[in-house]
């Protein structure tokens, strides 16, 4: 009954939930870019306010980088209710190509889309849009029962998008205040954009940025070229090294901590009918790539990767200039999976990339930060619980999922504060997270509150 | 006893010509920027004026690019007397990277240095300081004799450093008014540093851009990592496999119209005893790259090559984009000798690219604009003329040497104008030429004016 109300009262105030998501949006967060650091910190203030003026005890707390924000609720609940700890992010990823845009990224706006209504925003989906969902859900509990159901922490933090510097720390710092019983992230999607999905399995991350130095100065390569070391050539050739024609990674042991996935897991994985050919086409392609001999899904899953960001060197302007530059740059990040240990691949790649620079060049690494893979222990009876809630809210049978992506701080959790993490989001795969026009579905944004309503009833028994 | 008056009326005036040159070299004529094209017409204009001053008929050319400046002297001199073109480019190189110049580039300056007094600017030596020295040659001879020695045609480019698209439809269009009995083209240098030269075989050039589309848009390297083509790791593959391990240019046919040089030819050029360790010292490097079975000389006069010269594609600012980009470009110049034809070259590197394109990745490619390499006719005996006043005025025998840069106008004058052209120039290969902190030796200048005072005087039989 009282879940009712409430589930009533999300629907009810979705048009409000609107804009106060679209007030979040107009803030560009964008926390890789140190041009953006006081934005970043007004997005970390509005929801401080926000968080407040739903009775949280809320703070903002300084890093050497950008803030966390931290907040207290229910802290006066029954012992024997769970105490939850909610995750999300505030800062998005940048917006280049800009000229790709059809509109402001930081300008949201609803737009009418053979689909359905979307949300067209940087950090729509990604993930401004999925922290709101717990947001209004609490909201809307307060608004309706005068208090939380249970014991809540809510913790955001500002530097996801930019290699999370300072999340380890602070967590050490402050682990006695975040230790709960469960942490809920909601940076995730849904399963082949209907089927609600708990991520189980989640790959690591390891970002390399290199710079390769031949010449003191560029060169004329009318001179010089024939004689001199050109850097671009040799970093594609180091890059091209990195992958053989089967599309694996060479880097000597990188495969030695991946483990096969297990039958019943691989069993599971089929079940669910990964339907690769509406993903690739969505982005205009046809043919999968990577790793011939394993299963899409287990590729994007299951598999580490190899992959250039980005790269450049010499003349990119207008026009030609027939230079040998004195550099040339490229970032590269490997998806880790099993065991695989990003210091010990960190150093591999070193050594990959230092045994192929010839006389008179030199490279230079960044700090090559990164995280392993997480693998969730399922057996905690609230992944059973938050199924069932999912279940009912989408009318279709929940899954525990695999994930491509990284979201290291599920890791962190475990480690430095002994807590299981449930990820739980309602992002789809054509939201366009980290892309122009970046999109969130109404409908996600919607049934993204309800879901988190119901999760909170049935974790506090008060279905 | 008239050339030594004009000879002292060159060392005279030095600090006056360089007062030209700095205001010539204050406009920032960079020709491949639509951003500077005012800046073009501006030294067009000035390059007008100031060969108007020493009694040329001068004018500015259109062209649908930056203008030519195409000058009359000498025209009542005897019919007997040679008629000659001088030819020289008022465009610059960009000046990117901004940061590592010391000064502005377009604010010229005298420096002392341990080697002697320099020019610091861009285009201090290629191509303004250079044009300037037979402009000023020519001053000093008609300031002391009232009327040039023969019949001169001034023919000075706006686009030399972007491509030169104007130049042989104007060439064409303008055939009778150019043609003279031989071009005398100052953009090349002083061999060693201190011997002065004739360049008699020049490579040619083909420039490529090529762009590799992939996905529709960017995506997350998470989400697609391992299903979707990375167009960057594409194009450092296809870049990579364009030269082999021996340094050897891959592309099928790319060696079939390289003639090997000649013994005579190999034996005049062990003579000059070329320093490559100092050249490379210079910049910083110490082992000569490129093809290993062949003489640092020959790989940079006599050898084709295949350098990548920019590169770009997906994140490159700040921090990290975990980024598979939708697209990666690369500009990537052949430097063509003997018979290689840019137009065969052109479809054999697109076949090349298209050959290695998997599924779902498409290339666009540019025109492929090039020149072929240039071999002059040394037997026209104005080459000894001009080779024994060189010698006289830097005391030492000057040489005929090849080149590794392409002036693709001297093969023009040929095809075209049916002309022989002389390539003399004062250049030094630490002038720093497409590069920050470009710089033009003082002595560069005025010894290039006494230079081109003595062949004039010698070419008309007036030493």
């Known amino acids: 009954m009282s879940l009712d109300t409430v589930l009533m009262r999300c629907d009810g105030a979705l048009d409000d939930a609107l804009d106060r998501l679209f007030t979040l949006l107009e803030i560009p967060s964008i926390s890789t870019d140190p041009a953006y650091k006081a934005d970043c910190d007004r997005a970390a203030d509005y929801l401080v306010s926000d968080l407040a003026s739903i009775g949280f005890e809320a703070t903002k707390r300084p890093t050497p980088g950008h803030p966390m924000v931290v907040a207290h609720g229910g802290t006066d609940a029954g012992d024997d209710l769970p105490h939850l700890l909610f995750y999300g992010h505030y800062d998005v990823q940048p917006v280049d190509p800009l000229e790709l845009w059809n509109s402001d990224p930081f300008a949201p706006a609803l737009e009418e889309t053979e689909a359905g209504r979307v949300i067209r925003a940087r950090g729509a989906s990604d993930d401004k849009g999925q922290l709101m969902t717990f947001v209004e859900a609490m909201r809307a509990w307060v608004e309706v029962h005068g208090a939380l159901p249970c014991r809540i922490t809510i913790f955001l933090e500002g530097e996801e998008e930019s290699g999370s510097p300072s999340l380890v720390p602070f967590l050490r710092d402050n682990a006695e205040e975040l230790k709960a ?78 483990p096969d996935i297990s039958d019943d897991l691989r069993a599971q994985w089929q079940a669910l009918n990964f339907d690769h050919t509406r993903m690739l086409d969505d982005v205009g392609l046809s043919v999968p790539a990577g790793e011939l001999d394993r299963t899409p899904l287990e590729r994007v899953w299951a598999r580490p990767t190899c992959e250039v960001n980005g790269i450049w060197g010499g003349y990119i302007g207008d026009g030609f200039k027939t230079v040998l530059p004195a550099e040339a740059s490229a970032k590269i990040s490997f998806r880790l999976v099993g065991q695989q240990d990003p210091e010990k691949i960190h150093a591999a790649f070193v050594d990959f990339v230092n045994a192929r620079l010839p006389a008179d060049v030199s490279c230079d690494f960044g700090d090559g930060h990164g995280a392993p893979a997480s693998v969730m222990s399922t057996e905690n009876p609230a992944f059973d619980t938050a199924r069932g809630a999912l279940s009912e809210e989408w009318g279709v049978e929940a899954a525990f999922v695999g994930a491509g992506g990284s979201i290291p701080v599920a890791g962190h959790f475990k480690t430095i504060l002994g807590m299981d993490a449930m990820l739980i989001g309602f992002a789809k795969e054509d939201d366009a997270i980290h892309s122009p026009n970046e999109k969130y579905d109404v409908k996600s944004f919607h049934k993204g509150i309800r879901s988190w309503a119901r999760i909170l009833a049935a974790l506090s028994n008060q279905g």
């Open 181 to 258: 019983d469960i942490a809920m992230i909601c940076d995730t999607g849904l399963h082949d954009g209907k089927v609600p999905a708990i991520v189980t399995q989640l790959r690591g991350l390891l970002a390399e940025e290199i710079t390769l130095h031949a010449a003191s100065r560029d060169l004329h390569s009318g001179f010089y070229g024939g004689l001199a070391q050109n850097p671009i050539h040799l970093l594609t050739r180091i890059l091209a090294d990195l992958r053989d024609e089967s599309g694996a990674i060479t880097l000597p042991g990188f495969y030695d901590d991946v």
